[in-house]
Every structure is written in structure tokens, then in C-alpha cells.
């Protein structure tokens, strides 16, 4: 397996090539259809391409290809008094699904890393402190 390509054999068909960068779109998809999590957290080029209106649905995730298997470290934001490690789980089951759906992979792990809590103020409180 290299580090830039994913490679299955299809008996005798040829073979099927999947990029990292697919595997990130599927699993950055796959997260945000989860309740509870807020956003993914991106670097700043993504923040930068975003404000330009550039949609990217790898936001937030990196995928190593090891010699064991696919190794997924996902960063989000969830939502205030929503429950993380209930969040965290659903995110992982939705990403194992959704790959093996869609691309026949398993993974080795997939790694949820909480960088933040999104508190959510009501517009009443925003106009009283006008």
C-alpha cells in the first residue's frame, strides 16, 4: 500500500485506486450528518477558501494510510449539553458505515478529538444587551 494511493485488486478486472482526499470527503460528509456536533475544525487555508465560498468537506479530518490499515483522526466542535462521548460514538459508527458502503475499506481506527464546545446564545439575549 503507498502513502498516497489506496489500492484494491477487483479479480482479474484490474484494480480500483482511491485517494486519502476521498476517504476524508466521505468521513468529513459523514460527521456533519451527525446530531450534536457543531463544525469540524479546519486549518486556515480551509477558513480561507470557505470565505471565499469554497465548500470543503474534508474540513476537519486526516487520514494516514498504514501498513496495519486506514487510521482517521477527525477534530470537531459539538454542541453545548449534548453528550461527547455519545456524540463521539455515533461519529465513529456513521464514518465505519459510510466507508464501508461506499469504498468496501475497513478502517484500523478512527480517532475523535474534541477541540471545542459551541455554546449557543438565543437572539432575545443579543437584543437585551443592545
Known amino acids: 500500500m503507498s ?4 489500492e484494491m485488486s477487483q479479480e482479474g478486472l484490474g484494480k480500483v485506486e482511491i485517494a486519502p482526499e476521498v476517504i476524508e470527503v466521505i468521513a468529513g460528509i459523514a460527521s456533519n450528518e451527525v446530531e450534536g456536533l ?26 494516514d494510510l ?10 470537531c466542535v459539538v454542541q453545548f449539553g449534548i453528550s461527547i462521548p455519545t456524540v463521539a460514538g455515533k461519529v465513529q ?3 465505519r458505515q459510510s466507508l464501508k458502503n461506499m469504498t468496501a475499506l475497513d478502517t484500523k ?22
Open 93 to 95: 459508527e456513521n464514518i
Open 38 to 63: 457543531a463544525q469540524m475544525r479546519g486549518n486556515f487555508a480551509a477558513g480561507v477558501a470557505e470565505r471565499f465560498g469554497l465548500k470543503n468537506h474534508g474540513k476537519g479530518v486526516k487520514v
Open 109 to 130: 481506527e478512527i480517532n475523535v478529538h474534541v477541540v471545542g464546545v459551541q455554546f449557543e446564545t438565543s437572539s432575545e439575549e443579543d437584543k437585551e444587551e443592545e
Open 66 to 75: 498504514t501498513d496495519d490499515g486506514i487510521v482517521i483522526d477527525i477534530y
Open 3 to 6: 502513502e498516497n494511493i489506496l
